[in-house]
């Protein structure tokens, strides 16, 4: 029974230990595995998206560089072409011509390292403000615009505000993760001025203002940085231009005045309309002078303005003074009567004044009367009292005595222009016929200077429509139209004699 027994405790033990060693051998459960799995995959995705990342970066910069690349290459052509063509319409075509492009492309695309590149660019002026700015802006200023310094500010306006232009390159491109751009900016010289030496001080001589007869050459003192040549030019002539003497930095800019101006009595001197003047006369008014530097390689730097404000001289005594009237167009107690001269030559005049010299007729002796006021242009019509008798009237041109001072005193001529307005009127034409749209007339009258044409209204100024050339007796509208006019017309005269003028007959009319 004992034997039994220890065999069969034997058997269990046994049993035991197999089903031990059936279970070890089983390995690892689902949920181990699946486990493991994730694990597995979620290791892979990393790595995966590190590469992928690693590589976006890589696209990134590379089309970064290529655009940077790209932006630099085209301000670098935009340096090398005509400095005209840097506008906001003419600098794609020029850049693209630089680059062998056919056609102009809008939008304009660029291929560089596998990607497709947008270019875009804006061109603006910009004035430096190291040599003041302009009073009026360039068109297409750069804005805002840089302030000027203290020292800057105490110079004359820019007169040349182009001293650069400023071009900005964008390119924009979009590899996948959404667009992305790269601005680049450059200034560029104009050629013109600003590359080469720089005048420092450029300043009108203060002793031809309001002076009479102070000398016949105006000196500018001129300083630069090291220049070959200095050149200047003015507003006026004669001899309103030229090389300034001196260098390297300090230099004698010199313009040559003629004598003054020196107005003469026509009573005295037969030959004062030509002896007023001589022919190097620069006549009193203000003007513009410009000097630029160049250096020896004839590379031109800015240039700088002063402003010569020149008065020599009384005004001139005016010249080709001569009146009309119409006594068709008298009124109760007066006439409608014209004065025209010859416009002086001198730039300071401000007008001109026509007197009446009084029922003595004799100029200067207090009966002077001023008839029109002071008149801008060299013609005038006034409403005037008008006697029978001869008149004598006489015009003086008008300036200031000051003349950077609009409030300053008037000064006139030293010597009037005088003439005598008669009664002498031309015979009134006859026979006035229209054929088709010439008008035919006749008159006896040889001393005619021209005939006055009306048309459909008479015969006030605003109502002149036409003249002829001369003592002829027919004139031809123009611009008749289709539909039918009324004509007019009247001798103006006379022609010749001490006192010609045009005194203007009666009309005939109308025919049509």
């Known amino acids: 029974m004992a034997l039994k027994s220890e065999a069969a405790a034997a058997d269990q033990l046994g049993m035991r230990t197999r089903l031990h060693d059936v279970s070890d051998e089983a390995g690892y459960t689902l949920v181990e595995l699946m486990v493991a799995a994730v694990v597995l995959v979620i290791g892979m995705m990393g790595a995966f998206m590190l590469l992928n990342g690693a590589n976006k970066t890589t696209v990134t910069n590379n089309a970064r560089m290529g655009a940077t690349n790209l932006a630099r290459e085209l301000l670098e052509d935009a340096r090398s072409v005509d400095y005209d063509s840097l506008t906001d319409t003419a600098t794609i075509p020029a850049l693209q011509a630089k680059m062998g492009v056919t056609g102009n492309p809008s939008p304009w695309t660029v291929q560089r390292r596998g990607i497709t590149f947008t270019v875009q660019t804006d061109v603006c002026t910009f004035d430096d403000p190291k040599d003041n700015v302009a009073t009026t802006p360039p068109p297409d200023v750069c804005t805002p615009q840089a302030p000027v310094s203290a020292s800057a500010s105490n110079l004359t306006p820019d007169q040349q505000p182009d001293d650069f232009r400023r071009v900005t390159v964008t390119v924009i491109w979009d590899t996948g993760a959404g667009s992305k751009s790269f601005q680049q900016t450059a200034l560029i010289n104009n050629p013109s001025g600003g590359l080469g030496p720089r005048i420092t001080s450029f300043t009108a001589p203060p002793d031809n203002v309001n002076q009479l007869a102070s000398g016949n050459t105006a000196t500018f003192p001129t300083t630069t940085t090291t220049a070959g040549t200095v050149r200047w030019n003015s507003d006026g002539s004669p001899n309103g231009a030229g090389d300034s003497t ?7 800019t010199a313009w040559s005045l003629g004598d003054p101006a020196n107005g003469q009595n026509p009573l ?29 390689r004839g590379i031109a730097g800015d240039t700088r303005v002063a402003v010569l404000p020149l008065n020599r001289s009384l005004p001139i005594t005016v010249t080709g003074f001569e009146a009309g009237r119409s006594p068709n167009q008298s009124g109760s107690g007066g006439a409608q009567v014209e004065f025209r001269w010859d416009a002086n030559p001198e730039r300071d005049i401000i007008g001109y004044r026509v007197y009446d010299a009084g029922p003595d007729n004799t100029i200067g002796n207090g009966n002077d009367s001023d008839v029109c006021g002071l008149v801008a242009a060299p013609t005038t019509t006034c409403w005037i009292n008008a006697p029978s008798s001869n008149k004598t009237y006489f015009v003086v041109a008008v300036d200031r005595a000051n003349i950077t001072n609009t409030a300053s005193a008037e000064r006139t001529s030293q010597y009037a ?11 009134t034409p006859s026979a006035l016929v229209l054929t088709g749209a010439t008008v035919t007339w006749l008159n006896l009258d040889p001393n005619v200077r021209y005939y006055r044409i009306y048309r459909d209204t008479c015969c006030a100024v605003v109502d002149r429509y036409d003249r002829t050339a001369g003592n002829v007796l027919s004139w031809t509208d123009p611009n008749p139209g289709a539909g039918g006019h009324q004509y007019w017309v009247s001798a103006v005269g006379p022609a010749t004699g001490p006192n010609a003028g045009f005194n203007e007959s009666d009309p005939v009319g109308p025919v049509g």
């Open 417 to 427: 222009s005088t003439m005598t307005l008669t009664n002498t009127v031309p015979g």
């Open 268 to 296: 005295t001197n037969s030959n004062w309309a030509t002896t007023q003047y001589g022919g190097s006369t620069v006549f009193d008014g203000t003007y513009t002078v410009t000097a630029q530097a160049f250096d020896d």
């Open 246 to 252: 001196g260098g390297p930095t300090n230099w004698t």
